[in-house]
């Protein structure tokens, strides 16, 4: 499966900016996709997830109130609406699908397959 990851930019802090990542092809039901991210010097950090069934979704806490990622399985996308953006939510947010059991769903070592990356800079 190849993820394309679009949508980043540059955005003033308060701003809204929508993620997509399209999959090449259609996700195995029992597979979630998720949103990570990378700041300079930083690890990668969980950022939401949704179950492909059934759409639940998961959220880490730094970010639940202010994004919502939904799917469209017509298009074999998942989206990230970001909200309330913040200077801290500068990093490149990459897309991945895996099969992570539930209480794993924020672990990305149980994501095969990674997206290239898109860059969101939120200038304060």
């Known amino acids: 499966v190849q993820l394309q990851a679009s949508g980043g930019g540059l955005v003033q802090a308060g701003g809204s900016l929508k993620l997509s990542c399209a999959a090449s092809?259609?996700?195995?039901?029992?597979?979630?996709m998720g949103w990570f991210r990378q700041a300079p010097g930083k690890e990668r950090e969980f950022v939401a997830a949704?179950?492909?069934?059934?759409?639940?979704?998961y959220y880490s806490d730094s970010v639940k109130g202010r994004f919502a990622i939904s799917r469209d399985s017509a298009k074999n996308t998942v989206y990230l609406q970001m909200n309330s953006l913040k200077y801290e939510d500068t990093a490149v947010y990459y897309c991945a699908i895996g099969n992570p059991i539930l209480s794993s769903t924020r672990d990305s070592q149980y994501y095969y397959y990674w997206g290239q990356g898109t860059q969101v800079t939120v200038s304060s």
């Open positions: 949704i179950r492909w069934s059934g759409g639940n979704t």
């Open positions: 092809e259609r996700p195995v039901s029992r597979y979630t």
